[in-house]
Nanobody, 121 residues
Framework: QVQLVESGGGLVQPGESLRLSCAAS????????MNWYRQAPGKERELVAA????????NYTDSVKGRFTISRDNAKNTVYLQMNSLKPEDTAVYYC??????????????WGQGTQVTVSS
């Protein structure tokens, strides 16, 4: 049974930090690219950060570059999102996603249940 379980969300003040974790099970974690998405109320889900399966190359949406860091520990089947200098506009439900290419334009994708991050004074 595939599971992605996020943790680490909460309520923080602007400028503070949080670290999200996503523990994976039920599939070969090291074969999957891992992504963090977020969805704010009334907005579409957006890709925040990504890390490749091989090489651990990372990519970020412009609004979080220099503040967020994605990393993975394949020995622990866990992906992390370190979020520093948080802003109110970072408030959203954050989702962990695992993605594997099966061929041209074909993917296998798994989602976690999400964790709420609220940045407010």
């Amino acid at each position: 049974q595939v599971q992605l379980v996020e943790s680490g969300g909460g309520l923080v003040q602007p400028g503070e930090s949080l670290r999200l974790s996503c523990a994976a099970s039920g599939f070969t974690f090291s074969n999957y690219a891992m992504n963090w998405y977020r969805q704010a109320p009334g907005k579409e889900r957006e890709l925040v950060a990504a890390i490749t399966a091989i090489g651990g190359n990372t990519n970020y949406t412009d609004s979080v570059k220099g503040r967020f860091t994605i990393s993975r520990d394949n020995a622990k089947n866990t992906v992390y999102l370190q979020m520093n200098s948080l802003k109110p506009e970072d408030t959203a439900v954050y989702y962990c996603n695992a993605k594997q290419s099966l061929g041209v334009r074909t993917w296998r994708s798994y989602w976690g249940q999400g964790t709420q991050v609220t940045v407010s004074s």
